[in-house]
Nanobody, 128 residues
Framework: QVQLVESGGGLVQAGGSLRLSCAAS????????MGWFRQAPGKEREFVAA????????GYADSVKGRFAISRDNAKNAVYLQMNSLKPEDTAVYYC?????????????????????WGQGTQVTVSS
């Protein structure tokens, strides 16, 4: 059974930092793209960041560019999201996601439709 388990969420003051982790089990994702999405109350789930299978290509939502950094460790079957200069509008449940099909090209995806596996989410709350 494939599982993605997020950790590292919590309550932080504006301007602070958090590092989210996502540990995958049940299969390896070392040849597949992975990403982070978030969903605030009453809003649609939105793209945050994504990374290619090699880790050499990354993409970010404009709202987090320059503040967040996605990385991965294929040996540990894990992906991370370093979040700096957090703002109250970053408050949301953050979800890790993974593409099922290994990628023949070193690409990443913005759209939810490409992702086959999802974690349960971890709450991030940023106080002003």
């Amino acid at each position: 059974q494939v599982q993605l388990v997020e950790s590292g969420g919590g309550l932080v003051q504006a301007g602070g930092s958090l590092r989210l982790s996502c540990a995958a089990s049940g299969r390896t994702f070392s040849s597949a793209a992975m990403g982070w999405f978030r969903q605030a109350p009453g809003k649609e789930r939105e793209f945050v960041a994504a990374i290619s299978w090699s880790g050499s290509r990354t993409g970010y939502a404009d709202s987090v560019k320059g503040r967040f950094a996605i990385s991965r460790d294929n040996a540990k079957n894990a992906v991370y999201l370093q979040m700096n200069s957090l703002k109250p509008e970053d408050t949301a449940v953050y979800y890790c996601a993974a593409v099922s099909r290994p990628s023949s090209s070193d690409t990443y995806y913005y759209q939810r439709v490409h992702y086959d596996y999802w974690g349960q989410g971890t709450q991030v709350t940023v106080s002003s």
